[in-house]
Nanobody, 123 residues
Framework: QVQLAESGGRLVQAGGSLRLSCVASGRAFSDYVVGWFRQTPEKEREFVGGISWAGTSTYYADSLEGRFTISRDNAKNVVYLEMNILKPEDTAVYYC????????????????WGQGTQVTVSS
């Protein structure tokens, strides 16, 4: 089973950009679809986007309006979340997790959750 760990979160001004990393430990990282989620104290965990096993396909939440991009490097066991034109409402703890099936958006289908990384966007 794969275990994931997020990093890269910090305070950023609105309109800025940030890249988060999700590093995997364990075997067969390329066997998993990886998803990004985010959560605030006021909301349930929200799906952000996912990337296929080889990194050739991605899917995103419609609400992101194309501002976020996910990529992966299986040789380094890492998945990235590139976030652009950040807004204060993007403030959240961001998590990555793994699943076997492409297209899933519900957090209950994902495993290997990390501790999350805090992203704070100031206005």
């Amino acid at each position: 089973q794969v275990q994931l760990a997020e990093s890269g979160g910090r305070l950023v001004q609105a309109g800025g950009s940030l890249r988060l990393s999700c590093v995997a430990s364990g075997r067969a990282f390329s066997d998993y679809v990886v998803g990004w989620f985010r959560q605030t104290p006021e909301k349930e965990r929200e799906f952000v986007g996912g990337i296929s096993w080889a990194g050739t396909s991605t899917y995103y939440a419609d609400s992101l309006e194309g501002r976020f991009t996910i990529s992966r490097d299986n040789a380094k066991n890492v998945v990235y979340l590139e976030m652009n034109i950040l807004k204060p409402e993007d403030t959240a703890v961001y998590y990555c997790a793994a699943t076997r099936q492409y297209g899933r958006v519900q957090s209950t289908f994902f495993d290997g959750w990390g501790q999350g990384t805090q992203v704070t966007v100031s206005s």
